[in-house]
């Protein structure tokens, strides 16, 4: 693995690419690009997804999104979906000038709402010719199913504030330790914000580069954004959808099960029995089952 960086607009993105074994600069090869959740980082669930299919013969690479981690862009911890879709598209732009990859053998894979975003990219970007998702969750539609409305009018005064000279307001995207988590009330039976913390915010995952911080007037973008729109009519690539068995509030299983049924053209749904949506970030089994499935999925499509 090494440290890279590509270009979205005029800021650098910052990136991991990592080569197979027994790599040589002479031959060409398949590559990947990982996109991770939101929230997330190319040090967390992306980047061991990118590891393990470099492992299998891919080239890969996993990049923080812009605005946040290692990257660069203004202003600071913004989830912008155009973004983080161009962010896919520019991650190509990276991988064809090197002259290792074929660029006729490019694949993406997106976890959680990076899966969404996976989806959304290869609807136009065509140099993208297979599409993994594991958990792959609509991360537009989540957050329409609480008061969409109400969380725009408070996102209108809180810019109406910050144009005025009030200090951005950066909150959480989930409590902030275990022990904040526990004095919310929230419960196993909340499976995924429960394994959310166990998984962000304890040394299971926590990764300097994922600090746990959103940039409130961004969600405005975020509500108004649906990753699957057009999906019957644009994606034209196979496409292999990866879920646990156990349904969640993130809804990954939900959005896994109307992906499926929304695309028109080759495609498979793997249901990892008994794993949740947490399980499949990190878990060795449930992860090796993804990959399992992952790896005869891109050869297929993309050679190795």
């Avoid at 973004?83 to 090197?98: F, G, H, I, K």
């Avoid at 136009?124 to 969380?151: M, P």
């Avoid at 990866?242 to 959005?255: A, E, H, L, Q």
């Avoid at 749904?269 to 794993?275: K, Q």
């Amino acid at each position: 693995m090494k440290s890279v960086t590509f270009k979205n607009r005029t800021w650098d993105v910052a990136a991991e690419l990592r080569l197979p074994p027994g790599f040589d600069e002479t031959q060409r090869y398949a590559a990947i690009v990982c996109v991770h959740p939101g929230s997330s980082c190319k040090g967390q669930t992306a980047g061991l997804y990118a590891a393990q299919l470099a492992e299998q013969g891919f080239v890969t690479i996993a990049f923080d999104a812009s605005f946040q981690g290692e990257s660069g862009g203004e202003p600071r911890y913004l989830e912008d979906p155009a973004t983080r879709v161009e962010d896919v598209r520019c991650a190509v732009d990276y991988l064809v000038t090197l002259p290792f990859v074929d660029d006729e053998r490019i694949g993406v894979l997106g976890v959680c709402a990076g899966g969404g975003y996976a989806v959304n990219a290869a609807l136009t970007e065509k140099r993208i010719k297979a599409v993994g998702s594991v958990v792959g969750a609509n991360i537009g539609a989540l957050n329409r199913a609480g008061d969409a409305i109400a969380t725009l009018e408070a996102i209108g005064k809180q810019r109406t504030a910050e144009a005025r000279g009030a200090e951005p307001m950066i909150t959480p995207w989930i409590p902030n330790s275990t022990q904040e988590r526990d004095a919310a009330g929230i419960t196993e039976a909340n499976v995924d914000v429960f394994q959310a913390v166990e998984y962000y915010r304890t040394p299971r995952g926590q990764n300097a580069c994922a600090p746990n911080r959103l940039r409130f007037t961004s969600m405005g973008s975020v509500i108004a954004f649906d990753a699957f729109h057009l999906v019957e009519e644009l994606l034209n690539q196979p496409i292999q959808i990866i879920t646990g068995s156990v349904p969640g509030v993130f809804g990954s299983k939900k959005d896994g099960q109307e992906l499926y049924r929304r695309v028109k053209g080759e495609k498979d749904l793997f249901v990892v029995e008994g794993a949740t949506h947490y399980d499949l970030y990190d878990q060795p089994e449930p992860v090796a089952k993804a990959v399992a499935k992952l790896v005869p999925f891109y050869r297929k499509h993309l050679g190795a």
